[in-house]
C-alpha cells in the first residue's frame, strides 16, 4: 500500500514527531499490508512530484505545477491513502491572506487537484489542530474558512483532532470529530525508544511564548524578565538545558545566558536521545512536551495562542504568557518535580485510550 503524508521536511521537528507517531499507527493498523510512506513538503507542493524534492520556494512551487502531469511520477495520484499530518489546519485570524486557513499552500494542489482525481486513494485528516487566540471560543471564522473545513472534512475518510478548540470549530458548523491526543506521543514507539537516565530540567524560550501575536498585547518584556528571574534562581538548584528547535531560539536562549548549555540538532531524530533523557520541562514549544510525555515525564507549556491547551489531552499543565510570573514558573517546577500529581502512571492509561481511540477511528477503512 502506498502512503502519501502531507507534511513538512527539514522544516520543523513537531511535525516529524507527529509524522513519526501517525506512521506508527498505521503500521499497527494495517499489520498485515506492507506499507510504503512517501512525504510531501506542504509548503512547497511540487514535491509531490518525484524528482522535486528540494524545492522549498511556495512560489516556484506555484510555477513548476503548470507541468503535465505526464511528465512526472506523483506520490498523490499513485497513492492509495493521503494523510493530511498533525497540524494546524484550522485558522482565521485576520484580513490577511495567509491569516485564513482556506488560504493555505497546499489544500488546492494536494487535495483538490490531485486527490480528487485518484479514485482509489482514501484522505485521512489525523490530529488536526487549531491554531487560534489562546482564548478563542471557536466561532470567529469567516465564511470562506467554514466552506474550505467542510470541504475538507467531507473529502476526508477520516478526521480526528488533536484539541478541545479544533473540535468545537467543526461543531460551530455542524460538524463532529473525535478528540485524541496528537499522535507525537507514539513517535517513541516508532522508534522503539525507551527512557534514558534523568540528567536535566528542559527548558524552552520563546520570544512572546510563541510564534504568533494575532493583533493581541503580548507583554514580551514582562515574559522576559519573569524567565530570567525563574531561570537565574533554577540554575542554583537543578541541571538546566535549553532545547531550541529553530536557529532563533539559540539566539534567544544566548541572549539570556551567553553561558546556558543549549540543544539544538538539524536531525530531528536527535530530539528522542535528548529528551528521553530529561527529568521534565518547562517549555513553549508544545511537541517538546507530548515527546517528553511519550517517555512517562511531564511538561507544563506556556503558549500565547490555542496550541497549547492541546497538551490537557495528555494531563498537562499550560498558562497563557501573559498570566505568568517567574513565582508561577517556580511553583511549576516544584510541581514536575514531586511527579506531576502521578503523572507516569495517568499518562499510561491516557496514552492506550489514545490508540484504541485511533484504532476505532482509523476502523472505516479495509485491511
Known amino acids: 500500500m502506498k502512503v502519501a503524508i502531507i507534511t513538512t521536511i527539514r522544516h520543523n521537528v513537531g511535525d516529524d514527531f507527529a509524522r513519526d507517531g501517525i506512521i506508527y499507527l498505521l503500521k499497527q493498523y494495517f499489520k498485515n499490508q506492507e506499507l510504503h510512506f512517501q512525504n510531501i513538503h506542504k509548503h512547497a507542493p511540487i514535491t509531490v512530484r518525484y524528482g522535486f524534492e528540494n524545492f522549498r520556494s511556495r512560489i516556484v512551487s506555484t510555477m513548476l505545477d503548470v507541468i503535465p502531469y505526464s511528465i512526472s511520477k506523483d506520490r498523490i495520484l499513485e497513492a492509495d491513502l493521503v494523510v493530511q499530518s498533525g497540524a494546524p489546519v484550522y485558522w482565521c485570524n485576520g484580513w490577511r491572506w495567509g491569516a485564513h486557513c482556506a488560504h493555505n499552500e497546499w489544500y488546492h494542489g494536494l487535495i483538490k487537484k490531485r486527490f480528487c482525481r485518484n479514485p482509489r486513494a482514501k484522505l485521512l485528516n489525523l490530529g488536526a489542530g487549531s491554531c487560534q487566540r489562546y482564548h478563542s471560543d471557536g466561532l470567529d471564522f469567516c465564511s470562506r474558512c467554514q466552506r474550505y473545513i467542510k470541504e475538507f472534512f467531507?473529502?476526508?475518510?477520516?478526521?480526528?483532532?488533536?484539541?478541545?478548540?479544533?473540535?468545537?470549530?467543526?461543531?460551530?458548523?455542524?460538524?463532529?470529530?473525535?478528540?485524541?491526543?496528537?499522535?507525537?506521543?507514539?513517535?517513541?514507539?516508532?522508534?522503539?525508544?525507551?527512557?534514558?537516565?534523568?540528567?536535566?530540567?528542559?527548558?524552552?524560550?520563546?520570544?512572546?511564548?510563541?510564534?504568533?501575536?494575532?493583533?493581541?498585547?503580548?507583554?514580551?518584556?514582562?515574559?522576559?524578565?519573569?524567565?530570567?528571574?525563574?531561570?537565574?534562581?533554577?540554575?542554583?538548584?537543578?541541571?538546566?538545558?535549553?532545547?531550541?528547535?529553530?536557529?532563533?531560539?539559540?539566539?534567544?536562549?544566548?541572549?539570556?545566558?551567553?553561558?546556558?548549555?543549549?540543544?539544538?540538532?538539524?536531525?530531528?531524530?536527535?530530539?528522542?536521545?535528548?529528551?528521553?533523557?530529561?527529568?521534565?520541562?518547562?517549555?513553549?514549544?508544545?511537541?517538546?512536551?507530548?515527546?517528553?510525555?511519550?517517555?512517562?515525564?511531564?511538561?507544563?507549556?506556556?503558549?500565547?495562542?490555542s496550541r497549547a491547551k492541546m497538551v490537557s489531552e495528555i494531563g498537562l499543565e499550560n498558562f497563557f504568557v501573559n498570566k505568568v510570573n517567574s513565582e508561577l514558573l517556580m511553583q511549576q517546577y516544584e510541581y514536575l518535580k514531586n511527579g506531576a500529581n502521578n503523572f507516569i502512571e495517568r499518562f499510561k492509561v491516557l496514552k492506550q485510550k489514545a490508540y484504541n481511540d485511533y484504532m476505532k477511528a482509523l476502523s472505516v477503512l479495509p485491511r
Open 154 to 305: 467531507e473529502t476526508a475518510a477520516v478526521t480526528t483532532v488533536r484539541d478541545k478548540l479544533a473540535k468545537e470549530i467543526l461543531n460551530s458548523i455542524g460538524l463532529d470529530a473525535p478528540v485524541i491526543p496528537c499522535p507525537s506521543i507514539f513517535m517513541s514507539d516508532q522508534h522503539g525508544a525507551t527512557s534514558g537516565e534523568e540528567e536535566y530540567v528542559v527548558l524552552n524560550y520563546m520570544d512572546g511564548g510563541g510564534h504568533y501575536i494575532f493583533g493581541r498585547n503580548i507583554d514580551r518584556d514582562k515574559w522576559k524578565k519573569e524567565f530570567v528571574k525563574f531561570y537565574y534562581e533554577l540554575k542554583k538548584h537543578d541541571n538546566v538545558r535549553f532545547v531550541c528547535h529553530d536557529r532563533k531560539e539559540i539566539q534567544e536562549a544566548k541572549k539570556l545566558d551567553q553561558q546556558a548549555d543549549v540543544f539544538y540538532s538539524n536531525d530531528y531524530l536527535d530530539y528522542i536521545d535528548f529528551y528521553s533523557r530529561a527529568k521534565f520541562g518547562i517549555v513553549s514549544r508544545v511537541h517538546g512536551a507530548f515527546v517528553m510525555a511519550s517517555f512517562g515525564k511531564p511538561a507544563v507549556v506556556i503558549g500565547n495562542d
